[in-house]
Structures are given as C-alpha cells and as structure tokens.
C-alpha cells in the first residue's frame, strides 16, 4: 500500500514517487571519531515481502559508513528455527534473511552467531560465513604482532570456514530467531525442501525480555493455585470448557486459552484450542488430533468436481502431508499448523502459504520464468475453487492416521473419497518417535539393569 496520508508510516517501494521515497536525514555522532555525521532512514514496503526500515549513516569527516536493515513487522506469535544441511552449491546461493535477535550455528565447525552481535540483514548462505570471515580477519595483521598464537588460530578457523565454502563436505546451517521473521529461500516452493527443516516453537522467558515483551525483572510464575477437583469419568471432561493461563504472544499481557474436546462423527475426538487477547486484540486458534498414533497411516483421496466437494470439512493434523498431483504440488507435513477447516479452506491456506514462502520468486528479483510459473500455480488455484478444473484430486498422507475428510454418504461409501490405509516404513516411524519407544516389561528391563550394576560392582 502507497502512502496516503499523515499515519502513513510505510510507503510502496516505488521509482515513480520522488518525494515519498525520499529518506529522512538526521545528524548523529560518529562512533569512530565522535563528530558529527548523517543518518538516513526510509520506512518502505517492498512489493511480496514486508515492511523494513532501511537505515545507512555516513561520517564525512573520517569516512565511516554503515548500513543496516530492521524489519518493521510485528514480532510473530511464536519463534521459528529453521535447519538447512547444505550439501550443494544451489545451497550456498539460498537467500537468507534474519533479525536482529537471531543467532546462527554452524555445529561442524562449532561457529555461534549470537543475538544482537549482528544488524539484521537480507544475505546468502554463503554470505554469512564470508561475513565471519571478514570480521575475523580484519584484525589479523595487528593481532599477528601482538598474539601470533591467536592468530594462527584464527587463520585455522578461517580456513575450516573456506573448507566450508567450498563444500569439502556438508554441513549444517542452524537459524534460530524468536521473533519468527526470518527465512531460508527454498529453491523449488512447489514441493517440500528435502534438505530444511522450519519448526516452530513458544518463546521462553529469557527471549521475551529480549524482545521487549517483558519486564528486565519478571520471573517465571509458579501455579500455587489448589488441585482442581477430579473428573469422575471422559464425558464430563468432553463436556467442559478448561481454561489455562498464558501470555499474549503478541504483546505479553496475561490471558487466557481455551481448549475443549469434541467428537466428529465417524471419525474421533479432537482439541479445539483458542486465545484471544483482551489488551491487543491478538486472536489464534488450533484443533489437535485427540487420539493416539493409529496402528497404520491412512491416505486420504478427494475428487473435486461439485460445490459439494469443497464443503467437506477436514481435519489435518501436525504430521500429515498434503499434494496434489494434477499441479505437481506437494506440501510437507509441517508446512501447515493442523486445522480443523473445509477443501476450500484448505485450498486457500495452502495458496496463502505458497505466496508467503515464495516471495523472492515474484518479487523484483525473480527471473520471468520463476515468476510465470507462480502466477500461473495461483491462478490454477482459483480455478480449483471456482470449478473450472475437474481433473483435480487433493491427497492427505497422514503417518499417524489423526486426519480426516468428510464423506458426503457415510457409513455408505463416497464414491469420491477414497482411503487407503498402509503400514509404516521406519523413517515414518523415526518420526513419530516409535522406534525408541518401550511400553512393555519395563520392570524386567529395571531388574536386568540393576543385575548388571552388581555383577560390575563385584
């Protein structure tokens, strides 16, 4: 959006409009010379992304410039860590963008980036280990002088980190901000990174104060309230809203979460979760599989071919995966919270999830070809909705078995609806947490363990 008025802060990134793009100056010491030198600050909004402030300074006295980027986006509701094994030049090339309070990890080389030990930027992957690489070696001739022994040091991790670059072998890149405004460029949107894995996650105390969201001196509460009374039996838990304090995650007012079991005829239960926020108005909600992994995993198969089909309601939980073959789409497991929603719901959290991800692909630095092929991916999107395809037939794949999609004649069979349940391979199980887990005989594995401790006392 242009601006259009007073309250305008942000303006569209334009090179039409002189005098909206034009940046304020403001004069500011220098930190290296202690004069005084020019600040210039411009609130844009770059087309397909966000909103940023670009600020850069200049000392024309000593010659000193720096330049930085903020974003102007809300901090998010939850934090995002992002993992990329980097295997290939095309990972190198990833772009990447961070805030201030993101720190990085590199374990092979044991490389730490903190928060705040850098500005926020937009760069590559390999732009973040040749800017380690400069700042270590900034220093090196004057450090060679005064403590040879670190800097023979320094040159050692510097050549670890060129070892890196020129992928000797593979490595992995770990991002890590709370305020959940960061990104790793994937270079194929339409189907899931094999090689990067974004997880979400609730900030800790220590990283609210960080960003602000706490007082320097607030201390993790501790529940001092009484032991509710117990329930008698499942149907009076079902039939009860439970409330559960929390903090805001948009401004860190106290607040509370709702959550209440409910049953979906023909299928389970599930937990609907919701928080509004009386201070700031943040709203989110969150419907959670209520039962335990299924003995198989189930692929679920709709055709879509009547307005009927896209009021199914669905159930999509954490672990599920969603493609649809006649667009050559795939969309991961964790790429979508789980939702309790329709076809058409679906549909469009999946376009607005595309669109966000892919921003760098329809942006001004997108090549013609990337930029083709998205358009025409989210125009094939709204002839889905709009019935205009009928070749279209959307897939769950669910490891866990906890999703679900309407059938329009149960207990009949819908003739458009198709279920197939399968039996998990290992990977699946590895991510479910399966292999390792032991339910059975756990006294005589205690009793095996403690034989073993006297017979190595002996």
């Known amino acids: 959006m242009a601006a259009t008025g007073p309250g305008d802060v942000y303006a569209a990134l334009s090179a039409d409009d002189e005098e909206v793009q034009r940046p304020m100056e403001i004069e500011s010491m220098c930190m290296q010379c202690e004069d005084n030198g020019i600040t210039r600050l411009m609130c844009v909004r770059i087309p397909y992304y966000k909103a940023v402030i670009l600020m850069s300074f200049e000392c024309q006295h000593c010659g000193f410039h720096n330049n930085e980027i903020q974003s102007g986006e809300a901090v998010q509701e939850h934090g995002t860590e992002i993992v990329l094994k980097v295997k290939e030049q095309s990972d190198l090339r990833r772009q990447l963008v961070k805030s201030e309070y993101a720190s990085i990890e590199v374990p092979e080389v044991e490389l730490v980036i903190p928060a705040k030990s850098q500005p926020a930027e937009i760069t590559t992957v390999e732009g973040v280990l040749e800017r380690v690489t400069s700042a270590l070696q900034s220093e090196q001739e004057r450090r060679r002088l005064l403590d040879p022994e670190s800097a023979t040091k320094i040159d050692e991790f510097c050549a670890k980190l060129n070892r890196l670059r020129e992928l000797d072998e593979s490595w992995t890149l770990k991002l890590h901000d709370p305020t959940g405004n960061c990104f790793i460029q994937n270079p194929d949107p339409l189907h899931v990174d094999p090689r990067c894995i974004v ?32 329930w008698k039996n499942y149907d009076e838990v079902k039939h009860e809203i439970l409330h559960f304090d929390t903090d805001c995650p948009g401004c860190g007012a106290p607040c509370q979460t709702l959550m209440k079991p409910t049953d979906i005829p023909f299928f389970d239960t599930v937990i609907v979760m919701a928080t509004t926020c009386d201070r700031c108005g943040h709203k989110t909600n969150e ?34 995966s969603l493609s649809i073959p006649s667009l ?14 329709t076809i058409e719901g679906i549909l469009n959290a999946t376009k607005e999830q595309i669109e966000q991800q892919s921003k760098f692909f329809i942006g001004d630095s997108a090549s013609s070809e990337e930029k083709t092929n998205l358009v025409a991916l989210f125009q094939a999107f709204d002839d889905i909705v709009n019935l205009k395809r ?55 594995l205690d009793g095996i363990e403690e034989e073993d401790e006297e017979k190595e006392e002996e």
């Open 390 to 444: 009928k070749d279209v037939t959307i897939v769950l794949d669910d490891p866990a078995g906890n999703s679900y999609i309407q059938s329009l004649t149960a207990p009949i069979n819908d003739n458009r609806l198709t279920k197939t349940y399968y039996t998990r391979n290992f990977e699946q199980n590895e991510e479910l947490g399966l292999n390792d887990m032991k339910v059975e005989n756990y006294g005589e």
């Open 199 to 230: 997880s979400h996650y609730h900030r800790n105390l220590d990283e609210t104060k960080l960003l602000g969201l706490a007082d320097d001196d607030a201390v993790q509460e501790i529940d001092d309230d009484p032991v509710a009374e117990e």
């Open 287 to 320: 419907v959670k599989a209520g039962g335990a992994i299924r003995e198989q995993g189930c692929k679920l198969e709709v055709k879509i071919e009547e307005p009927v089909d896209l009021a199914r309601d669905v159930l999509k939980s954490d672990t599920c």
């Open 328 to 341: 050559d789409l795939e969309v991961g497991a964790g790429a979508l919270c789980s939702r309790f929603t």
